[in-house]
């Protein structure tokens, strides 16, 4: 079964704004990280935050846990073309295995 | 370094055939996983191996097999193909999930089609 739900399914925006995308989980985790795919290929970690963090940066990419509320957010600010892709959350519940979303779909418009 | 990669890219089966697909990283992950994906679907996980000579079910595991002979090969097999099991299939590896700290290096895919 899925783990993490993300929120929305498609995204569409202007190049330039901002897009957020949302993961909600069930369990106890470890660790949340989110993912890109581009189309027709294979998926690229993009950012890992622990359970113990609340907020962590990387480039433009910002992601928030609020493990109380078991969500978490992930920010692309100033988005480009090349951000369109599928973006997906995984969830490290154990030692070994990580359970992925159905990921949100982000159209990035000129 | 070449990262992950899988062979074939893509395939075409009848049902009831078998194949192997074949997963390589030159990265020395001790871990290494199958994963199925399916049109609108996140990734679920078919088996996945926590060392040489290791493997273990996921989630989707009927109707597959795994073998993990050398740490560098991951080989997901299907014994007699259905309908069911087109999908794209991708393999990941990484480096040590003891803590789950660690991120997943993912291959380019394989297509399956099976008619």
């Known amino acids: 079964s899925q783990q993490g739900e993300e929120d929305p399914q498609a995204l569409s925006i202007q190049e330039g704004e901002n897009a957020t995308m949302n993961c909600s989980y069930k369990?106890?985790?470890?660790?949340l990280q989110w993912y890109r795919q581009n189309s027709g290929r294979g998926l690229v970690h993009l950012i890992l935050?622990?359970?113990?963090?609340r907020e962590k940066h990387s480039g433009r990419l910002r992601v928030t846990l609020d493990t109380s509320k078991k969500s978490s957010s992930l920010l692309i600010t100033a988005s480009r073309a090349a951000d369109t892709a599928s973006y997906f959350c995984?969830?490290?519940?154990?030692?070994?295995?990580?359970?992925f979303g159905q990921g949100t779909r982000l159209t990035i418009n000129p | 370094n070449a990262g992950v990669t899988q062979t074939p890219k893509f395939r075409v089966l009848k049902t009831g055939q078998s194949m192997t697909l074949l997963c390589a990283q030159d990265?020395?992950?001790?871990?290494m996983y199958w994963y199925r994906q399916d049109p609108g679907m996140g990734l679920r996980l078919i088996h996945y191996?926590?060392?040489?000579?290791?493997?273990a079910k996921g989630e989707v595991p009927d109707g597959y097999n795994v073998s993990r002979l050398k740490k560098q090969n991951f080989l997901l097999g299907l014994e007699s193909a259905a309908p069911s099991q087109t999908s794209v299939y991708f393999c990941?590896?990484?480096?040590?999930?003891?803590?789950?700290?660690?991120?997943?290096?993912f291959g380019p895919g394989t297509r399956l089609t099976v008619t």
């Open positions: 990941a590896s990484s480096f040590d999930m003891t803590s789950g700290a660690y991120e997943q290096y």
């Open positions: 369990t106890s985790i470890n660790n």
């Open positions: 935050i622990r359970s113990n963090e």
């Open positions: 995984a969830t490290a519940q154990g030692a070994q295995k990580l359970v």
């Open positions: 990265m020395n992950h001790e871990y």
């Open positions: 191996s926590v060392g040489e000579g290791t493997t």
